[in-house]
């Protein structure tokens, strides 16, 4: 989220963060990963991957093939992305929700637990439900309330 993004740039002035991978991930070929990433228990990401710096994906999480996935994005556990997803900087992907493929999800989305998404989510949304929809605009004050 845009809030974690604020402190883990306060931090990096005094820390040093690293990348922590649980040993039961599975990860495929031709990833490209970025810095300081956690990667959880039971993780699964196919070939062809590329995940952004500070990114956290949670226990349980499944990755498709030729996926991007942005700076400081949190995935949170049970979730399932298709194959050919792009998701945007900042965004939360609530518990075991699913995103099939060929969906783009925008920069700093909240997406709800549960959602399944068969559209694509512009940048600075709430969205959630099944099938997930946009329910309103996002701002930095509503982050400070979510997280």
Known sequence: SPIRKKWIKELEQEFK????????????????????????????????VKIGSHSILNLDVTISHDCTIGNYVTVSPGVNIGGRVRIGDGTFVGIGSTIIQDISIGSNVFLGAGSVVVNDIPSNSLAFGNPAKVIRNITFKDWEKLI
């Open 17 to 48: 963060f690293d990348s922590v991978f649980h040993p039961s991930a599975i990860l495929g070929e031709k990833l490209k990963l970025g810095k300081d990433l956690v990667i959880s228990a039971n993780c699964v990401i196919s070939s062809n």
